[in-house]
């Protein structure tokens, strides 16, 4: 048990559909991160919420959408994707971005496919 | 260009020999780095880290060695385990940055 929770698991959707991602943490932790892995390629970080400010955003296209309404959860909403967009996708969390020897937790992922 | 390089994709070894994961890096800047090990079907959960201040940090079975003048970090595995097969990540980050930067990953198996 990592503490981090995301739902779905799997998730096919077609080009035309909208989805969202869902990723809880119950760590008491104050950042939230949503990364992307894609088939023997590094992790890929996409965006970043502290204390519930977006603080990083990586250059991710704008079909993908992220909202964090609290510091516990955690949205990556899905519009009109492309299927080079399908990857695996990582929630994670950590108590103090930026701090010595900080670590992050992930959540079991997303496997996204798109159609 | 990839700042966190994971040169081999898979390693087999087997059962309670030393198992030796390799990372190098190409930032002078990083000055922490980080191991995960991932199974399938799930996320990736630290397993080690080790500051540059230091050359050396030992967990149990796990050993981290930095060589900051080679820019290449190892970690060892003894003896290596069956359960012990996994994914195994190198990361590394600068300063306060949170960013870490990921290597591609190596397929550890221990053979039985």
């Known amino acids: 048990e990592t503490g981090v929770t995301q739902t779905p698991r799997h998730l096919v959707m077609g080009m035309t559909n909208k989805k969202s991602l869902k990723c809880e943490q119950h760590?008491?932790?104050?950042?939230m991160y949503w990364y992307k892995q894609s088939a023997k390629k590094p992790l890929e970080l996409m965006f970043v919420?502290?204390?519930?400010?977006?603080?990083e955003n990586n250059s991710v296209p704008s079909r993908f959408s992220p909202e964090c309404p609290n510091s516990s959860h955690l949205f990556l909403h899905l519009h009109t994707l492309q299927p080079e967009d399908s990857a695996l996708y990582l929630c994670?969390?950590?108590?103090?971005?930026?701090?010595?020897?900080?670590?992050?937790?992930f959540g079991p992922g997303t496997r996204l496919l798109v159609l | 260009d990839q700042q966190v390089k994971q040169n081999s994709p898979s390693l087999s070894v087997q059962e309670g020999r030393i198992s030796i994961l390799n990372c190098d890096y190409t930032?002078?800047?990083?000055?922490?780095f980080l191991w995960y090990k991932k199974y399938p079907a799930e996320g990736p959960t630290f397993l080690i880290s080790?500051?540059?201040i230091k050359d050396k940090n030992e967990d149990g079975r796990f050993t981290v060695f930095l060589n900051k003048s080679a820019k290449h970090l190892s970690l060892h595995i003894v003896p290596s385990q069956p359960g012990d097969s996994a994914v195994y990540f190198c990361?590394?980050?600068?300063?306060?940055?949170?960013?870490?930067?990921w290597g591609a990953g190596t397929k550890l198996i221990i053979k039985p």
């Open positions: 994670a969390s950590s108590q103090d971005p930026g701090g010595v020897q900080e670590t992050q937790y």
């Open positions: 760590l008491g932790h104050n950042a």
């Open positions: 919420y502290n204390f519930k400010e977006q603080t």
């Open positions: 930032n002078s800047m990083f000055d922490y």
């Open positions: 080790i500051s540059s």
């Open positions: 990361a590394a980050r600068s300063g306060s940055n949170y960013q870490l930067i």
